[in-house]
């Protein structure tokens, strides 16, 4: 018999259902099953007209054992379906350990670190598997979003020979004879691809920073949404990221609303336009707010400013006009001011990105006013050399994006596995 799932059982049928025993209800003289599988659950009613065997197997099955259930279903207006399930057999195809390390059906709380222990466990309670719906759907939503765009995706390397950006958060690893590291950004080679025929890619992908933070924004390992296009500028490389941020919130108001439910989160999709701050707007807003240290001129923004300047503003907005010495060598710059920007949400920085700098020599004067070798860069700037449009592009991270659109206090909660300054396994 083909097997059929929880949420389209229709009464007359003869149904296999299989899944995971959710919760045994003994009422004396009547029990019942709840099974779930990934489309809800159904009850599976023991009563005197099933076999006293069956009644017997049902009532001792131990939470998240996993069986089959063969029967027959029936209208029911007091179940929770309104049908439920009369079987005819129940098969234990893997009985689970009594006891549990954790309640996944929610009734009992359990602390975030034995949740991400226990991670197959946690993802069988219905608020934790949305995010994780959700999450996929997003990632749909932008692939399809970027493909609207005539923008080609793209995997790059993760193992490279040099920093991407320079600085000290990078992680060294053992690459045969030689040191290598694990990339801290598609930036370099999505650059190099729009000197190819390709000229508009994006990438949705791993990267590493080697950062010691240990808050609730922060991972060691993190999922990139990465995009960079010739002949575009700075204003337009804004408001494509603002159009694929929009399409990410309009999939997930439009198909995941019983997900929504589950995390109890009423979506609304950001308004365009996006408001645009320069920095110096951004800091002389920030400091009128009251803020505890006040910044100057050069700061980026704390995590406090953030704070202030979305409380301020009250939804997504730009920082544009970053000073110069306080992006990295790619971003084309000014005198004092970089043609660089973020976007920010109400609760943190969800993107970084700029304008390109496309001519190699002032590239490689400002690889060397960063304090690192052009000579490393070689096969970066080999491409500048041989006609590379104007460009410009953004990173946009992904976990970052979840937990602002799901209102979600600690980014772990979004990823199935976090690697983070104490957690390597599993």
């Known amino acids: 018999m083909e097997r059929s799932y929880a949420d389209e059982l229709e009464p007359g049928d003869a149904v296999l259902v299989k899944g995971w025993v959710h919760e045994v209800r003994d009422l004396g003289g009547i029990a019942f099953v709840i099974l779930r599988d990934t489309s809800g659950k159904v009850q ?86 949305a995010i994780f719906e959700i999450r996929g759907e997003v990632q749909d939503a932008l692939r399809e979003k970027f493909r609207s765009l005539d923008a080609t995706e793209i995997n790059t390397p993760k193992i490279v020979a040099t920093a991407t950006e320079g600085g000290t958060d990078l992680f060294p690893i053992s690459y045969f004879e030689r040191e290598a590291f694990m990339n801290q950004s598609p930036q370099l080679f999505k650059q190099m691809m729009v000197g190819s025929g390709l000229e ?42 603002q159009e694929v941020t929009v399409a990410a919130y309009e999939r997930v108001h439009e198909e995941c609303q019983e997900e929504l439910d589950a995390l109890g989160v009423d979506l609304e999709v950001p308004e365009t336009p996006f408001e645009y701050l320069t920095y110096d707007e951004a800091i002389e807003l920030a400091n009128a707010e009251g803020l505890e240290h006040e910044l100057e001129w050069g700061d980026d923004l704390t995590t406090e400013a953030e704070q202030a300047l979305g409380d301020a503003i009250g939804e997504h907005y730009f920082v544009t006009d970053w000073p110069a010495d306080t992006k990295p060598f790619y971003v084309m710059k000014g005198d004092e001011t970089a043609r660089a920007y973020d976007m920010m949400h109400p609760r ?79």
């Not at 893997?94 to 946690?122: C, I, Q």
């Not at 949705?204 to 991972?219: Q, V």
């Open 200 to 241: 508009r890619v994006f990438e949705i992908g791993p990267i590493f920073r080697a950062e010691e933070h240990n808050t609730p924004r922060h991972l060691n390992e993190a999922t990139s949404i990465d995009f960079e296009s010739a002949f575009i500028d700075d204003d337009e490389a804004m408001h494509l990221c």
């Open 348 to 426: 943190m920085e969800l993107m970084s990105g700029g304008q390109r700098e496309h001519r190699v020599d002032r590239l490689r004067d400002e690889i060397a006013a960063q304090g690192l070798e052009p000579e490393e860069f070689e096969y970066y700037l080999r491409a500048f050399r041989y006609g590379m449009p104007p460009h410009a592009g953004w990173g946009l991270g992904l976990e970052r994006l979840l937990v602002t659109m799901l209102e979600i206090d600690n980014v772990r909660e979004v990823v199935l596995f976090p690697r983070d300054r104490q957690r390597l396994a599993p």
């Open 44 to 129: 599976v009613k023991l009563d005197d007209s099933v076999d006293d065997e069956l009644v017997e197997l049902g009532t001792s099955l131990s939470r998240e054992s996993v069986i089959a259930v063969e029967g027959a279903v029936e209208e029911e207006e007091r179940a929770p379906t309104g049908v439920e399930i009369v079987p005819s057999s129940i098969e234990v195809l893997n009985e689970a350990e009594p006891e549990l390390p954790l309640d996944p059906s929610g009734k009992v709380d359990a602390e975030l670190p034995t949740r991400l222990d226990n991670r197959t466990l946690d993802l069988r309670k219905e608020d934790v598997k």
